[in-house]
């Protein structure tokens, strides 16, 4: 059964740093397509950081409001993920949740035709808690 658990969560003063893992494991082979996500009370759940590797290049996004303070990587040896967040904000508490595509899920967004939030795997989610 495939299956993504996630760790790393926890509270931070503003301005320190916090390191999230995903590992995979099941039948998710690799993580060539990956994402983070989070969703704060009250809010819509949006997308962080984005990373896919498809035609051989890292393919990497960011949404804006983290931009030069996260950092998205992922080591297939280990099928694992991570999120790097420095200078974390009380605006960055939320819920975060570590995403994957399928083998078909990546063809589907190396054609372009995959919605920016849809993936095929989805981990438990893990409380980041910024104080100011």
């Known amino acids: 059964q495939a299956q993504l658990v996630e760790s790393g969560g926890g509270l931070v003063e503003a301005g320190g740093s916090l390191r999230l893992s995903c590992t995979a494991s099941?039948?998710?082979?690799?993580?060539?397509?990956v994402g983070w996500f989070r969703q704060a009370p009250g809010k819509q759940r949006e997308l962080v950081a984005t990373?896919?590797?498809?035609?051989?290049?890292?393919?990497?996004n960011y949404a804006d409001s983290v931009k030069g303070r996260f950092t998205i990587s992922r080591d297939n040896a280990k099928k694992t993920m991570y999120l790097q967040m420095n200078s974390l904000k009380p605006e960055d508490t939320a819920v975060y949740y570590c995403?994957?595509?399928?083998?078909?899920?990546?063809?589907?967004?190396?054609?372009?035709?995959?919605?920016?939030?849809?993936?095929?795997?989805w981990g438990q989610g893990t409380q980041v808690t910024v104080s100011s």
């Open positions: 995403a994957a595509d399928s083998a078909l899920g990546i063809v589907q967004r190396a054609r372009g035709t995959r919605p920016k939030n849809v993936y095929d795997y």
């Open positions: 099941g039948s998710i082979f690799r993580l060539d397509s």
């Open positions: 990373l896919a590797t498809i035609t051989g290049d890292d393919n990497i």
